[in-house]
């Protein structure tokens, strides 16, 4: 299961059918049934109700979308701290300095 199909599958569950969320995704229907055909596949359950202009999540699809929320927002987090990691100056830092009377 890759983090790519699993974005693909909250999209299509967040915007209703493959046409609107291959348009958000800035992919072809094809190539989005495609990926969620071989998820289904994979995991062995049906994961949506295909309507004539609409899919609808299953109960298995609902299990699946908790899940994948969870590992998708993990993953964001997990590459934004490696991000921010990458501006970051770490280190000691020695000041020295002499007693004087002034």
């Known amino acids: 299961m890759e983090i790519r199909v699993l974005r693909y599958f909250l999209a299509i569950a967040r915007e209703g059918s493959i046409t609107?969320?291959?348009n958000y995704l800035h992919v072809t229907q094809?190539?989005?049934s495609r990926q969620i055909k071989e998820?289904?596949?994979e995991v062995g359950q049906k994961l949506?109700?295909?309507?004539?202009?609409s899919m609808k999540l299953t109960q298995e699809g609902f299990i699946l979308r908790?899940?994948?929320?969870?590992?998708?927002?993990?993953v964001d987090?997990?590459?934004a701290?490696?991000?921010?990691?990458e501006g970051t100056v770490a280190g000691d830092i020695y000041?020295?300095?002499g007693e004087t009377r002034a």
């Open 66 to 74: 908790k899940r994948a929320e969870e590992i998708v927002s993990m």
């Open 39 to 41: 998820l289904e596949d």
């Open 20 to 22: 609107n969320a291959a």
């Open 77 to 79: 987090k997990t590459e």
């Open 48 to 53: 949506f109700i295909r309507g004539s202009h």
């Open 95 to 97: 000041i020295g300095g």
């Open 30 to 32: 094809p190539t989005l």
């Open 81 to 85: 701290e490696f991000r921010s990691m």
